[in-house]
């Protein structure tokens, strides 16, 4: 983990420019929002995501989250099939701003196209570059 400000980018993870994470597990993808992301939100008070069995192409929303500052649209960075869901959300959407890599989590997507997509994605050391120009911008 490296705290670029006060930004949390874990290693391990995939990043999109869009601030959504992907971590691939047994040959599936978890994926959330990043701690950027939350803090730019500010309080996350609904998460409304797809369903269980939805398909999904990269770049497709796979949901909203709604803040007391905003509405976002959630966007997929890989295609492939929801196989679940983090149901905790629902009741519980401040999981994203306390915990946006772990219990805050999103969906897990079952890909279609891994190793293309992956490289359309930022590494570790790519999203830390990527967040020190974002927090310079700020």
């Given amino acids: 983990m490296v705290a670029v400000n006060d930004v949390e980018v874990r ?10 994470w992907l971590k691939v597990e047994n040959g599936k993808c978890r994926i959330g929002i990043t701690d950027h992301a939350q803090k730019q939100l500010k309080e996350v008070v609904v998460v409304d995501l797809l369903d269980e069995g939805d398909e999904l192409s990269q770049g497709d929303s796979f949901g909203e989250v709604e803040s007391v500052k905003t509405v976002s649209d959630l966007l997929a960075p890989i295609s492939g099939i929801i196989t679940e869901i983090n149901g905790e959300l629902e009741d519980s959407p401040e999981l ?12 897990v997507v ?3 196209n891994l190793d293309a997509e992956l490289a359309n994605l930022m590494t570790f050391d790519d999203a830390v570059e990527f967040y020190e120009e974002v927090v310079k911008e700020e």
Avoid: F, Q, R, T
């Fill in 11 to 20: 290693e391990g993870l995939y990043y999109a420019k869009d601030h959504v």
């Fill in 96 to 107: 994203v701003n306390e915990s946006p890599y772990d219990e805050g989590w999103m969906v």
């Fill in 110 to 112: 079952k890909p279609s």
